[in-house]
């Protein structure tokens, strides 16, 4: 479990603790449930509750955050969450100021509430004579609850400190803050009675401190990036090359028998040439600066850096493969470094330059060995069930969770259908597009979940030799997504049918929807089903993926968006471990057919979902669908 290795080292009381006071103190009923559901909300049980800091930090990093389905079956689980974040919030307050710890007091929030109350009641359209844009004071809420400083006085110490312990959506509202604050203060002879109230210095947003910093490949001197690329062009050779290299070898007078034997010599044991040549080049650039960042440092450049081989020192492979397990062990929002298959990457790659460019038996044993060094840190996608374990036991624990992910389509298009009549702003309609958005993503998860990659680069339209995916067979009754094997990670042909209620979701997004999102967000044309404005990443060469997409940030904050109202704590990919343990339900032992759904293969399939764990979640998926929704099995054995 991602939060256990920072929690016996923790500084600080523990969550009994907090229970107990709560409890003894007279803290409201309602509060005290607040707490008692946490250690369900981390998948812990109740006798694990003290493995949980009571600290405030770790409680706006992991356990707001944390997944309310399985401890709440409220119409607005968002709503819901924020609400017991904020009693659990508060309380914990409450009882760090009671055991010494230092937490704002009522003055330090009242400094904010003048400036808030200023603003707020300036706010409005700015073309029609208000003061500031609705919405202004939305950022200073976030630094009211957790600054420990008055608002004059908050210095970039203070806004270092709440920055460090923020979550990715806290901190897109401290750097709105930052800007804010910049804003006003230059403008400050148009408010006078505000300029008093602002901290008496801009802030700077802080480099994110979790993930390693990032060394740029044209920084690196020209002599070793020369000789790297060659290297790289060596271990990326391709049967043409090799081709034509003999025939050129031949026409100089060398004998054949002397070529075929080079030829062999430099393909050597390679089982396949990669076919997606900008993603290949793309990680032996990672690798070698992973192995760069321990070794220099940015204040002394790279001295005597010239020739990749240089690089390969046991002291460089070691160094870098600690500094990684040490960033994981530090961080709460980076995964355990034995959880993560970032170092079987690495070493992947970097043992593939080292035996197809370099071709140095000295180089490759020393990674060889450090790589056994570490081997408990080595993980392949292969051997990562850690997520479809967790899905699996949620659903155990949780079983009504699965029949909301089944419903997850109709559930969120009727959400974004109310959003749809109550906005009154942009930003209110924005979210009710997301929604809907979300409501499609789900349409196609549910019938057959794709792998992210494929899902959000399903384009409704050819375009530049790409032909589309999405073909609606039936408008509005069925849709059919196909990918073909060049587009599917393990090379196989996918199809997805989307019928009936889902694929009225679908077609809602599609032809209603989308077009409403691109026209406030000035976006011209676009192929894909989920518009943006940016470039796939990795994109395969040979398939010529055109810009148009939404970003990474755009589709998590989509999917995040759709998650908090169903609650169920799991990703896009994660999907597919629901899916597949709710197909296991259906058929139990069936595992060819969760295979064909998911384009896996069979042995991936029994490692994934043929343990103990997933047979006790299927039993117990089927009774609570069977009791609840009678007709779930039915609509999924016509997906099947």
Not at 11 to 23: D, E, S
Not at 190 to 211: F, H, K, T, Y
Not at 413 to 431: C, G, P, Q, V, W
Not at 552 to 564: P, Y
Request: charged share 25%.
């Amino acid at each position: 479990m991602h939060q256990d290795r920072s929690l016996t080292s923790a500084a600080c009381a523990m969550f009994p603790a907090f229970l107990a006071w709560a409890r003894e103190t007279g803290e409201q009923r309602d509060t005290v449930y607040e707490i008692e559901k946490v250690a369900a909300r981390l998948d812990l049980t109740d006798e694990e509750l003290h493995l949980i800091p009571a600290d405030l930090g770790y409680f706006e990093k992991v356990i707001a955050v944390s997944p309310y389905g399985a401890v709440s079956r409220s119409k607005n689980l968002e709503k819901a969450r924020n609400r017991g974040n904020s009693r659990i919030r508060t309380a914990l307050g409450r009882f760090l100021a009671a055991h010494g710890h230092e937490t704002p007091d009522a003055g330090v929030r009242a400094s904010y509430d003048r400036a808030i109350g200023l603003i707020a009641e300036n706010e409005g359209f700015v073309e029609r004579g208000a003061l500031f844009s609705t919405g202004t004071h939305k950022p200073f809420l976030l630094l009211r609850a957790r600054a420990r400083a008055s608002l004059p006085d908050l210095d970039q110490q203070e806004y270092d400190r709440l920055w460090h312990d923020a979550t990715p959506d806290s901190r897109k509202s401290l750097r709105k803050f930052a800007q804010r604050v910049a804003e006003l203060r230059r403008a400050h002879n148009r408010w006078p009675e505000l300029a008093e109230l602002l901290p008496r210095q801009d802030l700077v947003v802080p480099v994110a401190s979790g993930r390693a910093r990032r060394i740029e490949w044209q920084s690196l001197p020209a002599p070793f990036r020369s000789d790297a690329e060659e290297v790289f062009r060596q271990t990326l050779r391709q049967p043409g090359d090799l081709k034509k290299w003999a025939k050129e070898q031949l026409s100089l007078g060398r004998s054949a028998v002397e070529v075929d034997t080079e030829i062999a010599a430099r393909a050597g044991k390679k089982k396949r040439t990669p076919k997606n040549i900008d993603s290949a080049l793309a990680g032996y650039r990672q690798a070698v600066t992973w192995l760069l960042r321990e070794s220099y440092s940015p204040e002394s450049g790279f001295p005597g850096l010239e020739t990749l081989s240089d690089l390969f020192t046991t002291d460089a492979l070691d160094a870098a493969c600690a500094a990684h397990i040490a960033r994981s062990e530090a961080s709460l929002t980076l995964k355990n470094a034995d959880e993560s298959s970032t170092l079987w990457s690495r070493f992947t790659n970097i043992t593939t330059i080292a035996r197809h460019g370099l071709r140095d038996p000295e180089i490759l044993a020393r990674i060889g060995l450090v790589r056994m060094f570490y081997s408990d840190h080595v993980l392949s996608p292969v051997d990562m069930t850690a997520d479809a374990e967790a899905i699996c036991d949620r659903l155990r624990r949780s079983p009504h969770l699965a029949a909301t992910f089944v419903n997850a389509p109709a559930r969120l298009n009727a959400i974004a259908t109310n959003e749809f009549e109550a906005a009154t702003t942009s930003f209110a309609l924005d979210r009710a597009l997301r929604l809907s958005g979300c409501a499609a993503a789900y349409a196609v998860q549910v019938s057959r979940s794709l792998r992210p990659a494929n899902l959000f680069m399903t384009r409704r339209e050819g375009v530049n030799g790409c032909r589309r995916n999405l073909t609606w067979i039936v408008d509005r009754e069925h849709a059919e997504i196909r990918f073909v094997g060049g587009e599917v990670k393990n090379g196989q042909t996918v199809i997805v049918n989307v019928h009936g209620e889902d694929a009225r979701v679908l077609w809602e997004w599609d032809r209603v929807h989308r077009p409403e999102l691109m026209k406030i967000r000035g976006i011209d044309s676009s192929p894909y089903l989920f518009p943006g404005t940016a470039a796939p990443r990795l994109r395969k060469s040979v398939l010529n993926l055109p810009h148009g997409c939404m970003s990474v940030a755009s589709i998590m904050e989509l999917w995040d968006l759709g998650d908090r109202q169903l609650g169920l704590g799991i990703t896009p990919h994660q999907c597919r471990h629901a899916l597949a343990t709710l197909m296991l339900a259906v058929r139990p032992g069936d595992f060819a057919s969760v295979a064909s759904v998911l384009a896996n293969t069979e042995q991936v399939a029994r490692r994934h979902y043929g343990k103990d764990s997933g047979e006790a979640a299927a039993v117990a998926v089927r009774e609570s669908l069977l009791a609840h929704h009678p007709d779930v099995f039915a609509r999924m054995k016509r997906r099947t």
